[in-house]
């Protein structure tokens, strides 16, 4: 690991921001070692979800970094949610730059903090070095589920319902009040900051075929309709919008392409075959799987919807 362009050398910097975030974790060793160790509990088996997050792309560098770190976190929690995973602990690699000062780390690490508490997620381990690029986050997310029982984007059946948790299109509308395309609603701006993963929503022998929403619904609705071999159909009207959200469509109708396909939810969509039973988290039955491929979204008269863009694309 190269040294951090930060006045705190790499050692310093472990010890004095990342190894205490390993509390509740023995098998990390207070990040004094190369590799840390994990048992899955009986019965149980792995699963393991990453991803990386960039400045310029999946985040703003003037954001607050102790938002920063927990979105990086969260992201990943909610792939795990997606399966059906309880979180066992992440690892964490950064790749820093000269603009990253103590400061921002402090801040960031503090983030990491928060949520490390509120999900009983410690730091297992990783990797800090530096280069010429943008501030990049990388997280792998560990978890545990009973053997066999995972939910995976694959099980979808004709005749299932699709269902989708909390509200859509909050994130994409709250970078749209940061980056000053719609007038500035808070809490929309909270949402893209600060998804909520949802965990613990008990759907293993339940759903048929789950995913979270990063990309946007429809494009996300369509990786899971083409792993299960199924097409779907969504009903606009029953999607689920928060009341800033209806105001921004009330304002201007072009609001629903980002709803639909803006991302940044991390909100789950996942099909079943029949009534779910009540949760602590909003669930909304908002369409159909049907034989065929592709997803059509149906209008408020029962027409089918022309998008210009489905989802973000990563290349």
Partial sequence: MSRPPSSMGEFDLIARLFAPLTKGAPGA??????????QVSPGHEMVLTTDTLVAGVHFRIEDAPDLVARKALRVNLSDLAAKGAKPVGFLHALTLNDSITDAYLEKYAA?????VAAFACPLLGGDTTSGPGPLTITITA???????????RSGAKVGDILYVTGTIGDGALGLASLMGELQTFAALIDRYHVPQPRLGLGLSGIA??????????????????RASGVAAVIERAKIPVSIDARAAVAQDQKWWERILAGGD????????????????????????????????????????LSLTVTGYRHR
Avoid: Q
């Fill in 29 to 38: 060793h207070g990040l004094r070692d190369d590799a840390a160790f994990l």
């Fill in 111 to 115: 983030g990491l903090a928060t949520d």
């Fill in 142 to 152: 560990l978890g545990e589920v009973e053997t066999g029982k995972a939910v995976l």
């Fill in 208 to 225: 048929s075929a789950c995913l979270d929403i990063s990309d946007g619904l429809v494009a996300d609705v369509g990786h899971l309709c």
């Fill in 265 to 304: 939810d991390y909100e789950l969509a996942f099909t079943a075959s029949s009534a779910i039973p009540e949760t602590n988290v909003s669930v909304t039955a908002i369409g159909r799987v049907i034989a065929g491929n592709g997803v059509t979204v149906l209008d408020e008269n029962g027409e089918s």
